[in-house]
């Protein structure tokens, strides 16, 4: 296993931040390495994002220093989604079969965890989202039709788009953890614009099913200095409370979006006027 701490930064600093520096803070260039699990610390409400892809064997999480703890979900919960070929996820015993795109809400006390592929010529590719817990939830599995979905976005505007809500007040028990996909149509590029802020909660995202040749432009920072972040495929971004969070692609793509913070609204959000962005 391997795990990254990352710190916060203020506001005011990243103001002054040129490129190599934004792309230090706040993206994560690396998620997914063969027959490993790859795992970013962020100070900024403790959220852990990684990822694990077993090829040849399973791959077991442990708690490194980081986390504290005697196991790694012993004051944690935490969200899968798979990218890649079907797979098993394994707690304290009970086994889980993800497809690509299926969802596994794993709550607090969970003692063993071990993922693996079925195929290891296609294997699975587990992308991880861990915010801290106060109370121990059910292990729920969640395929893309057990979630919520929302039709956003038009034509005209670039932004057509479907949200699968996994990890949701009205799909699955967590204590701060929200976890979800959007799926953009075909020749639409734009997300999440108007932009917006949501002081109360911070977010990450892991941006796939993009053509390793394509970009997405990530735009980030206050709504008065924003800044943008040049991200490939697989490739996570981590987004403060006080930052925007809106993107655009060379074509279109899909993200996973997952949150940790005071409340669990999806619709808890302040939103931008484009006009107002600098």
């Keep these: 296993m391997k795990i990254e701490v990352r710190q916060v930064s203020h506001p005011d600093a990243v103001r002054a931040y040129g490129t190599d520096d934004l792309r230090r803070h706040f993206l994560i260039e690396s998620i997914f ?22 090829a040849s064997k ?6 490194p220093t980081p986390i504290g703890q005697e196991f790694f979900l012993a004051q ?14 394994t707690l304290d015993g009970a086994i889980h079969t993800l497809d690509p795109r299926d969802c596994l809400y794993i709550g ?13 010529a296609n294997p699975a590719k587990f992308y991880l989202l861990s915010t801290p817990a106060h109370a121990a939830h059910p292990s729920t599995l969640i395929k893309p039709e057990r979630a919520k979905h929302i039709r956003l976005g038009d034509q005209l505007t670039s932004n057509k788009r ?4 996994y990890i949701h007040p009205e799909v699955c028990d967590s204590c701060q953890l929200v976890m979800g996909l959007t799926q953009l149509d075909p020749g639409n590029m734009w997300n999440t614009m108007p932009s917006h802020t949501h002081d109360r909660r911070s977010e990450a995202y892991l941006y796939f099913d993009l053509a390793n040749d394509q970009r997405v432009f990530h735009m980030m920072g206050d709504p008065s200095e924003t800044r943008h972040l040049v991200v490939a ?4 971004i981590i987004s403060p409370g006080w930052s925007i969070h809106s993107g655009v692609g060379t074509s279109n793509y899909a993200f996973i979006w997952a949150m940790g913070g005071d409340n669990k609204s999806f619709t808890d959000m302040d939103h931008i006027p484009i006009s107002a962005l600098r």
């Design 58 to 63: 399973p791959l077991t999480l442990t708690a």
């Design 162 to 165: 479907t949200i699968f809500q």
């Design 33 to 54: 390495e063969t027959d490993e699990i790859v795992l970013t610390y962020s100070h900024i409400d403790r959220l852990v994002i990684g990822g694990a892809l077993p």
């Design 233 to 236: 495929n697989e490739q996570a």
């Design 76 to 89: 944690r919960e935490m969200g899968v989604i798979n990218i890649g070929g079907a797979g098993r996820v």
């Design 108 to 120: 607090k006390g969970v003692a063993e965890v071990v993922f693996e592929s079925i195929d290891p």
